[in-house]
């Protein structure tokens, strides 16, 4: 199974601040990497998929890099609307989660 | 518009059955391959199983391979979990995900999903 590394666990910043989230494979996943947001009490949406393709209707300021077994998430001068938490998520061999990243507003 | 809707959750008593139903409208489910997602009380997501578009290819999770069992009917728009043998473990909430690939055999990334239904396993 690959395991995925989310860090950090949680994150409390201010808006407008840049906000970074990192994934980690356990194993080489090419770019078969997606990043999702919950937000409390509600169903995960999409952000990002394929490590770095943008999703229609999904605010500019997420974007995503990496290949291989590192990937970044990241979000460019944070909203108040964005706290939530993150998830990575691969899709190369079965399918597996990260632990998540908590985003608070300070 | 794409809308998931769940339903069938509840409260069982360890061992017992539960089957979750997901209705889907807004595109053509037939073309896309559909997952379980579960997400335990204040903890993170865990994917639970996978069929492909036709039905014809299905896995799961170590963790539920075996008691659970993963089905559709593509002329009602409708996906199916059959929960047997039921554990403590197995409770949470239950979300119905849309491949985001048409044809895809393996399952690729989740662009839809439904509003979840909670699975309580309790005596």
């Known amino acids: 199974e690959i395991v995925l590394t989310q860090s950090p666990d949680f994150q409390s910043v201010t808006p407008k601040e840049k906000v970074t989230i990192t994934c980690r494979a356990s194993q080489n996943i090419g770019t078969s990497l997606h990043w999702y947001q919950q937000k409390p009490d509600q169903s995960p949406k999409l952000l990002i998929k394929?490590?770095?393709q943008s999703i229609s209707g999904v605010p500019s300021r997420f974007s995503g890099s990496g290949s291989g077994t590192d990937f970044t998430l990241t979000i460019n001068s944070l909203e108040v609307e964005d706290a939530a938490t993150y998830y990575c998520h691969q899709s190369s061999s079965l399918l597996t989660f990260g632990g998540g990243t908590k985003v608070e507003i300070k | 518009q794409v809308q998931l809707v769940e339903s069938g959750g509840g409260v069982v008593q360890p061992g017992g059955s539960l089957r979750l139903s997901c209705a889907e409208s807004?595109?053509?489910?037939?073309?896309?391959?559909m997952h379980w997602v579960r997400q335990a009380p204040g903890t993170g997501l865990e994917w639970v199983a996978f069929i492909r578009y036709d039905g014809s290819y299905k896995y799961y999770a170590d963790s539920v391979k075996g008691r659970f069992t993963i089905s559709r009917d593509n002329s009602k728009n409708t996906l199916y979990l059959q929960m047997n043998s039921l554990r403590a473990e197995d409770t949470a909430v239950y979300y119905c995900?849309?491949?985001?690939?048409?044809?895809?055999?393996?399952?690729?990334?989740?662009?839809?999903w439904g509003q979840g239904t909670l699975v309580s396993v309790s005596s």
């Open positions: 807004g595109f053509t489910f037939s073309n896309y391959g």
């Open positions: 394929y490590a770095s």
């Open positions: 995900a849309k491949d985001g690939n048409q044809y895809d055999s393996s399952g690729s990334y989740f662009d839809y």
